[in-house]
């Protein structure tokens, strides 16, 4: 059974930082690209950062870019999302996702619907 699972959430200030985790069992995800999503209540999830198989590219949306970072350990079957000067605004659950399909090894994707696989979540709170 493929799962993962996603760690590291938590209350925290503005201007904190937070780093979660996401753990993948059941199968490999070396050759994969994974992503971290949000959803805040009452809106869609959306897409916050991917990174390539390699780790050699990466891609952020707009409103963390140069805050966040999105690292992964294919020795470890993991990918991280490290959190800097958060805001009350990046409230929100996190989720990490793996796509079903592998790319070339620059390839990362902010597609929904390119991710398979999807973790239950970890809840991330700013207070102001």
């Known amino acids: 059974q493929v799962q993962l699972v996603e760690s590291g959430g938590g209350l925290v200030q503005a201007g904190g930082s937070l780093r979660l985790s996401c753990a993948a069992s059941?199968?490999?995800?070396?050759?994969?690209?994974m992503g971290w999503f949000r959803q805040a209540p009452g809106k869609e999830r959306e897409f916050v950062a991917a990174i390539s198989w390699s780790g050699d590219n990466t891609y952020y949306a707009d409103s963390v870019k140069g805050r966040f970072t999105i690292s992964r350990d294919n020795a470890k079957n993991t990918a991280y999302l490290q959190m800097n000067s958060l805001k009350p605004e990046d409230t929100a659950v996190y989720y990490c996702a793996a796509t079903a399909s592998a790319g070339s090894r620059m390839y990362v994707s902010a597609r929904r619907s390119e991710y398979r696989y999807w973790g239950q979540g970890t809840q991330v709170t700013v207070s102001s």
């Open positions: 059941g199968r490999t995800f070396s050759r994969n690209p």
